[in-house]
């Protein structure tokens, strides 16, 4: 439920989603929806928020909970990015189906995936300009947060940006709820609010945090919340 404090299997997580991808009609819908094809169904205003983060060919990128890198896909469709931009799941089963995409979009070698937690990131210090992350970390219980975040502030240089948008905790999310029964038994979640993820981000080392705003989702049409947090 919301707000909960209960231990999620950040594992467990990933394969539900896997299981979701691979099996069946509900596969080749899922595969579609979380596509670059399918971003305007989920993500639906997703270039005015990554906007926010002035991503330009200089930066080196960091999608954390890529998913089959749709955002990344995306992004280098419009960005000749000077280093390859590097995303990374907890599903080896999204990650294969992700450099699928890769290719079939004609950036094999141009976009790096990667297997790992978001708590424990395969990089050096300071490796990265810009993290951002998409309706991930409402599956990251308190503790993990904590370490995503941290991982995220080590793996950013200084005056490096983090930009993520979720579900947002408010009373009009119940739909989240309802929508999520609906389709199946859903990954364990727990939606937050702006005081509690500003208070995370200062406890991590950001120094400066600014909201962004969302604008309309199509699927589902409940709050999110967007931050761009500053290193």
């Avoid at 919301?2 to 467990?12: K, L, Y």
């Avoid at 069946?24 to 305007?40: A, D, H, K, N, T």
Wanted: with cysteine; hydrophobic share 45%.
């Amino acid at each position: 439920m919301a707000g909960s404090v209960r231990r999620i299997d950040e594992t467990a997580v990933g394969q539900h989603y896997a299981d979701w991808f691979t099996r069946g009609l509900r596969g080749i819908g899922m595969r579609y929806v979380f596509s670059r094809r399918g971003l305007w169904v989920t993500n639906t205003p997703y270039r005015r928020i990554l906007a926010a983060a002035s991503i330009g060919p200089n930066d080196h990128l960091l999608d954390l909970g890529c998913g089959i890198g749709n955002i990344l896909i995306a992004l280098s469709q419009r960005i000749a990015f000077a280093d390859p931009p590097a995303g990374v799941d907890v599903s080896p089963a999204l990650i294969e189906l992700g450099r699928r995409e890769v290719a079939k979009a004609g950036f094999d070698g141009k976009i790096d995936l990667q297997v790992a937690p978001a708590t424990r990131l395969p990089f050096e210090d300071s490796s990265f300009d810009v993290v951002l992350t998409s309706h991930v970390i409402k599956h990251l219980d308190d503790a993990a947060l904590a370490l995503s975040f941290a991982e995220v502030a080590r793996v950013l240089r200084p005056g490096g940006r983090f930009l993520f948008w979720e579900f947002k905790r408010s009373p009009l999310s119940a739909p989240v709820f309802l929508s999520a029964k609906a389709s199946g038994l859903p990954p364990a979640f727990t939606l937050r609010s702006e005081a509690t993820l500003r208070a995370a981000l200062r406890r991590a080392g950001f120094s400066k945090v600014d909201r962004v705003r969302t604008g309309f989702f199509l699927l589902p049409p409940v709050p999110r919340i967007a931050l761009l947090a500053a290193r």
